[in-house]
């Protein structure tokens, strides 16, 4: 019972009904063991309906494109996940920012409103999140409209951001080097914003994933010497770079060509479990931890909240062939609940205590805040009986906020 009023507490203070806001962690004010940093990875898909004005940048064959795959990007992902999630068996997946019909069905799914992310930024405040991974994409593409919209919010800086660099999907959108050089540029004006997540002091955090050799050597060779140098120019320091790779070994190669810090994966999920429970998902994931800190490079938690593709099996996306898969609509993990997820990520932050002499770099990553049609997210669903609301917040909040700030 007192769960359920406190959660109503808190979705009345977000909707405007009371004005009493949610304080950060540092002004809370209570002694409280140092723990690492714990975030979760944005892909921002939810952006509702292209503007007529909007001039996406083409898909085009990124550096390493197989062509026997024919994977080029989509100029409109959020159309295609929309269509994906949209459909009735999703409902529990369904944002509290939906707009409905008058028959209950999904109108629309448009996280692109000062007044929506500001009200994420308190939850996930609330949560005990420090920061969100935004994926970097080119500044004209749809997937880069909510950052934008993020970095004009009043509370911002309640929350720390870093950027998750998708490299193929993003070099997917860059037409020509003038649009390459433009990307780079983009990046570099992002991270000198005065809330990005740094670690040791001056490192901002970086998130490298989505790697193939041609493309690493062509970053390496081309933008990147230009990037680091504009950073230390502006007296930030060498970028922290996590490597997010599927393996140990492809994270560790990169992360050794670019003289980066540490590894970690965008999500971690065995393809082949057919319904498997929850928590065999985390325990796939936990294994990994280990498996990347054998390498001799430390390691990132990867925390998972789910992962189920169905939606994109039954209505595929254009980016993807899982669909294609002899019995695809069979695999995927079992939801869990807020308790087993909030559990899940308590492992990753006392994970540390067994893998010490981090040296003030120790972070958490989450898959994810708003993967909902891929079956990973912590953003508030619509509430009972359609969905869970902020319970996956609430049972966060009380592994990763002391006692006294609850």
Known sequence: MRHTIYSMFIYLSLTGILLCPVLTRAEENVA???RPLVGAIRWDAW???????????????????DTNRNRLVSQDPGKE????LAAEPWRYRWPFFTTLDPDGKALEFNENRVEVIEKEIEYAVHG???YWAFTGYPEPSPLSYTLKTFLSCRNR???KFSLFLPMWPAYGRIPDAAAEKAYWKYMLRLVKEPNYLKVQKTRPVLFVGFFNNVLAKKVLDEQWPTFTNELAKCGLGKPYLVFCEGSPARA???????GGDALSAYAK??????????SELASNAEKYWEYFEATGKPAVPICMTGWDHRPRVLNPVSWESYQLKKDANKYYYERGTPEEIAAHVGRGVSWYKKHPGKSGSELVLIYAWNEMDEGGWLVPALYPPHGEGAARLDALRKVLVPAKGR
């Open 157 to 159: 800086d309640k929350i």
């Open 81 to 84: 996940t929309q269509r994906c």
């Open 47 to 65: 952006y509702g309906k292209l503007p007529a004005s909007a001039k996406p940048p083409l898909s085009v064959q990124y550096p390493g494109f």
């Open 252 to 258: 560790k190669r990169y992360c050794d060509m670019f």
């Open 269 to 278: 999920a065995n393809g082949k479990a057919k319904g498997a429970s929850f």
């Open 32 to 34: 409280e063991e140092p």
């Open 128 to 130: 005990g999140l420090d």
